[in-house]
């Protein structure tokens, strides 16, 4: 559900969030923080409409549900995707082939840094098709994700 009421000349940026995302300010603190997935939305919306920007933030459980809405980001000609795919980074072959079929360019975003984390988080297929990564910056991965989709 787009969090702006902008109207629909402004620039979108699509932020997908997946598995476990809505659980933020309450799952593993200690490694996610306290911000809550709402919490990073608003700022998110905020700092979109200083970049001239509108953000459509959403969340899901659901691989496909996911692939849909990165089909949807493409038809509806988004700026960017903005995507913390949670556990189904390092499991997706669908999301990474999803990300490659679309125009629109898609930045990697997590809270923690995989790479300091067990050997298994490692391995990115979302990685290996974004177009940038943000990581390891808490909820600043988002702010900073966003940045540089001004840019695109």
């Known amino acids: 559900m787009p969090l702006s009421n902008e109207c629909s000349e402004t620039p979108a940026?699509?932020?997908?969030?997946?598995?476990?995302?809505?659980?933020?300010?309450?799952?593993?603190?200690?490694?996610?923080?306290?911000?809550?997935?709402?919490?990073?939305?608003?700022?998110?919306?905020?700092?979109?409409?200083a970049l001239g920007l509108r953000v459509?933030?959403?969340?899901?459980?659901?691989?496909?549900?996911?692939?849909?809405?990165?089909h949807e980001a493409h038809f509806a000609g988004a700026k960017a995707v903005l995507l913390n795919a949670g556990g189904y980074t390092h499991t997706s072959v669908a999301l990474h082939d999803a990300i490659k079929s679309i125009r629109v360019p898609v930045i990697e975003v997590h809270l923690s840094d995989p790479m300091k984390r067990?050997?298994?988080?490692?391995?990115?297929?979302?990685?290996?098709?974004?177009?940038?990564?943000?990581?390891?910056?808490?909820?600043?991965?988002?702010?900073?994700?966003l940045d540089a989709a001004a840019r695109f």
């Open 118 to 145: 067990e050997s298994f988080r490692h391995l990115s297929y979302i990685g290996m098709a974004a177009a940038a990564h943000f990581a390891g910056h808490g909820a600043d991965s988002y702010m900073l994700a």
């Open 13 to 49: 940026v699509f932020v997908l969030s997946g598995p476990n995302l809505n659980l933020l300010g309450t799952r593993e603190p200690e490694i996610y923080g306290h911000d809550t997935l709402e919490d990073i939305h608003g700022r998110l919306a905020e700092r979109a409409a």
């Open 56 to 70: 459509d933030c959403r969340q899901s459980n659901h691989e496909g549900t996911l692939i849909d809405w990165l």
